[in-house]
T-cell receptor, first 112, second 114 residues
Framework: TQLLEQSPQFLSIQEGENLTVYCNSSSVFSSLQWYRQEPGEGPVLLVTVVTGGEVKKLKRLTFQFGDARKDSSLHITAAQPGDTGLYLCAGGNAGNNRKLIWGLGTSLAVNP | DSGVTQTPKHLITATGQRVTLRCSPRSGDLSVYWYQQSLDQGLQFLIQYYNGEERAKGNILERFSAQQFPDLHSELNLSSLELGDSALYFC?????????????FGEGSRLTVL
């Protein structure tokens, strides 16, 4: 069974701090997505990474896919209250199993 | 606004009852996914339909069923409800059939079973 473990589960920081959250698995994925979910809403896609070692930047957010395509990290620079939310990673595989495998998420609170 | 519409937003019902959740996907999206989200289990994939046909099944209970209609909207039927079925139910849609494509989520239907 493929699993994605996210850490930390909860994170509360002050505005302006930097942070990194992790998404780890013992399985290889052909793609990995990061979503952010705000209270009362559905998850919204932030990024998809598909190549081992790939780094993608989205303003203050930096996403990295591990070389072996088993893990990923999300680094936020100078966090802002608007970054508050649940960050979910989801791994995908080509082939017969087309279901995304989801982590439980990291709940981030950025305090002003 | 993701373009995915779910109704109802909130639903309170009693154990043993049956409810139907409705989802209209984004215009042009052929794939519809249903997810259950609870605090302890996270986002659990239930089932996927593509252009009216069931394509993938996840952790969907036998008491639950779904279908996708010719106009591509989908319904999730939950029957013989139990307290543990209380959760947020999300519908998502995508253009593609395969994993790795972007999923667009609705705002969810919050089900409370008393």
């Amino acid at each position: 069974t493929q699993l994605l473990e996210q850490s930390p589960q909860f994170l509360s920081i002050q505005e302006g701090e930097n942070l990194t959250v992790y998404c780890n698995s013992s399985s290889v994925f052909s793609s990995l997505q990061w979503y952010r979910q705000e209270p009362g809403e559905g998850p919204v896609l932030l990024v998809t990474v598909v190549t081992g070692g790939e780094v993608k930047k989205l303003k203050r957010l930096t996403f990295q896919f591990g070389d072996a395509r088993k893990d990923s990290s999300l680094h936020i620079t100078a966090a802002q209250p608007g970054d508050t939310g649940l960050y979910l990673c989801a791994g995908g595989n080509a082939g017969n199993n087309r279901k995304l495998i989801w982590g439980l998420g990291t709940s981030l609170a950025v305090n002003p | 606004d993701s373009g995915v519409t779910q109704t109802p937003k909130h639903l309170i019902t009693a154990t043993g009852q049956r409810v139907t959740l409705r989802c209209s996907p984004r215009s042009g999206d052929l794939s519809v996914y249903w997810y259950q989200q609870s605090l302890d289990q996270g986002l659990q994939f239930l089932i996927q339909y593509y252009n009216g046909e069931e394509r993938a099944k996840g952790n969907i209970l036998e008491r639950f069923s779904a279908q996708q209609f010719p106009d591509l909207h989908s319904e999730l039927n939950l029957s013989s409800l139990e307290l543990g079925d209380s959760a947020l139910y999300f519908c998502a849609s995508s253009v593609a059939l395969v994993a790795g494509g972007e999923l667009f989520f609705g705002e969810g239907s919050r089900l409370t079973v008393l």
